[in-house]
């Protein structure tokens, strides 16, 4: 399509530039202080004299999260629930949305399905019943209870539902003329051309469980088991009595709660920050293409 350049379209592009320039900047500084605040010394982070660029340069505050077990083993938890959880969700988003995408010839009650998965998310039964369901099912303070209650991502299946019924039908028509069952079509067929919609809620995926923490807050008595963000919680809402009774002076001198804090929510954060752009490229696609049709 031709694309004429107007003088309100230049005007429209220079805005848009502009503001989206400016949106980017705004997300931007506030990792960046973080980073600063985390590569400061105590000093200059404790009053407050640290904005964009570290001052009294140092790595203590990285060796010091580096010695904290506390730190290490939630990270470990959150990785593993990271792996599993994502896996799961693909496991059962990749059969759900294929049975969906077929039509009501196909799939006699198909809209009985699609409609009892949408009230899902309109309607739950409740912080108290799914703490109740979790204690009965005997995952309390395990690492599934913060993976299957959440197992089932309607808005992924959603999308990639009508990621599937996008695809034309005469591929679909001619492998089951060909003898493929609904297995060989949906894994050799679907899957390998749904790339853009699988990587958009397999990136959905891995931020909901790594910026999970309310639910380890909920089902894991003992804080050993804390995935990352709810032991970074702990650690924002609570002071760090491993700091108060060093008796490391120049640990202290170089190291307080707030340059710790900044290296631990900046480690946690950097994972997203490395896997996001492996899924940039698909991500666009995936998302205006699944949500196409209805």
């Given at each position: 399509m031709k694309e004429y350049s107007t003088p309100g379209r230049k005007l429209f592009v220079i805005f848009n530039a502009i503001l989206l320039s400016a949106i980017a900047l705004a997300c931007m500084l506030p990792i960046v202080n973080l980073l600063a605040i985390s590569f400061s010394s105590s000093e200059f982070a404790a009053s407050n004299a640290v904005k964009l660029w570290p001052k009294g340069f140092t790595l203590k505050a990285y060796q010091f999260v580096a010695d904290k077990p506390e730190f290490l083993r939630s990270f470990v938890v959150s990785a593993k629930v990271v792996a599993i959880g994502t896996f799961i969700n693909l496991l059962l988003a990749l059969p759900t949305s294929y049975v969906l995408s077929r039509s009501e010839e196909r799939f006699k009650w198909r809209n009985v399905y699609a409609w009892y998965f949408v009230l899902t998310m309109l309607f739950n039964g409740g912080l108290i019943p799914g703490y109740l369901t979790v204690k009965e099912v005997g995952l309390l303070n395990s690492i599934f209870a913060l993976i299957l209650p959440g197992a089932v991502q309607v808005f992924s299946i959603i999308l990639l539902m009508n990621f599937f019924r996008s695809?034309?039908?005469?591929?679909?028509?001619?492998?089951?003329?060909?003898?493929?069952?609904?297995?060989?079509?949906?894994?050799?067929?679907?899957?390998?051309?749904?790339?853009?919609?699988?990587?958009?809620?397999?990136?959905?995926a891995i931020v909901g469980h790594w910026n999970s923490w309310f639910d380890g807050i909920i089902f894991m008595n003992n804080p050993m088991n804390y995935p990352l963000q709810s032991y970074l919680q702990t650690v924002i809402i609570k002071p760090d009595y491993q700091i108060i009774a060093s008796s490391n002076i120049n640990l202290l001198s170089l190291v307080n709660e707030q340059t710790s804090r900044a290296a631990q929510i900046f480690l946690a954060t950097l994972p997203i920050l490395l896997v996001y752009p492996f899924f940039q490229r698909y991500f666009i696609k995936g998302l205006v293409m699944g949500s196409v049709k209805g």
């Amino acid at each position: 399509m031709k694309e004429y350049s107007t003088p309100g379209r230049k005007l429209f592009v220079i805005f848009n530039a502009i503001l989206l320039s400016a949106i980017a900047l705004a997300c931007m500084l506030p990792i960046v202080n973080l980073l600063a605040i985390s590569f400061s010394s105590s000093e200059f982070a404790a009053s407050n004299a640290v904005k964009l660029w570290p001052k009294g340069f140092t790595l203590k505050a990285y060796q010091f999260v580096a010695d904290k077990p506390e730190f290490l083993r939630s990270f470990v938890v959150s990785a593993k629930v990271v792996a599993i959880g994502t896996f799961i969700n693909l496991l059962l988003a990749l059969p759900t949305s294929y049975v969906l995408s077929r039509s009501e010839e196909r799939f006699k009650w198909r809209n009985v399905y699609a409609w009892y998965f949408v009230l899902t998310m309109l309607f739950n039964g409740g912080l108290i019943p799914g703490y109740l369901t979790v204690k009965e099912v005997g995952l309390l303070n395990s690492i599934f209870a913060l993976i299957l209650p959440g197992a089932v991502q309607v808005f992924s299946i959603i999308l990639l539902m009508n990621f599937f019924r996008s695809l034309p039908k005469e591929i679909d028509e001619a492998a089951l003329v060909d003898g493929a069952g609904h297995w060989t079509n949906l894994l050799k067929i679907y899957a390998p051309l749904s790339k853009p919609a699988l990587a958009t809620i397999t990136l959905f995926a891995i931020v909901g469980h790594w910026n999970s923490w309310f639910d380890g807050i909920i089902f894991m008595n003992n804080p050993m088991n804390y995935p990352l963000q709810s032991y970074l919680q702990t650690v924002i809402i609570k002071p760090d009595y491993q700091i108060i009774a060093s008796s490391n002076i120049n640990l202290l001198s170089l190291v307080n709660e707030q340059t710790s804090r900044a290296a631990q929510i900046f480690l946690a954060t950097l994972p997203i920050l490395l896997v996001y752009p492996f899924f940039q490229r698909y991500f666009i696609k995936g998302l205006v293409m699944g949500s196409v049709k209805g």
